[in-house]
């Protein structure tokens, strides 16, 4: 059975930074594509980014020049480095991935962006 376990949640003031790992494990293939969502409040999550096997990445606007994902596919794990942050970026941060046409979640991490 396929998990994923998220890491790297907290709290940090604007302009810090945080960085968020997932991995998963339970699989024997590869993802074919990993990311991140968040939600803020209700429903639904909002993409933060995606990246592919292949490394193709696509990041939400909001996110852009700030956020880096990044992956080591020989583990099925995915970074997300979160620079300046701001407190618009406050959020649970669900880890995604997409394994043998089936897609997982991870239970959440919150970050909080405050001073």
């Known amino acids: 059975q396929v998990q994923l376990v998220e890491s790297g949640g907290g709290s940090v003031q604007p302009g810090g930074a945080l960085r968020l790992s997932c991995a998963a494990s339970?699989?024997?293939?590869?993802?074919?594509?990993m990311g991140w969502y968040r939600q803020a409040r209700g429903p639904p999550r909002d993409l933060v980014v995606m990246i592919t096997s292949g490394d193709n990445t696509n990041y939400a606007d909001s996110v852009k020049g700030r956020f880096t994902i990044s992956r080591d596919n020989a583990e099925n794990t995915v970074y997300l480095q979160m620079n300046s942050l701001k407190p618009e970026d406050t959020a649970v941060y669900y880890c995604?991935?997409?394994?043998?046409?089936?897609?997982?979640w991870g239970q959440g991490t919150q970050v909080t962006v405050s001073s």
């Open positions: 339970g699989s024997s293939r590869s993802a074919s594509r």
């Open positions: 995604y991935a997409f394994i043998g046409l089936r897609s997982y």
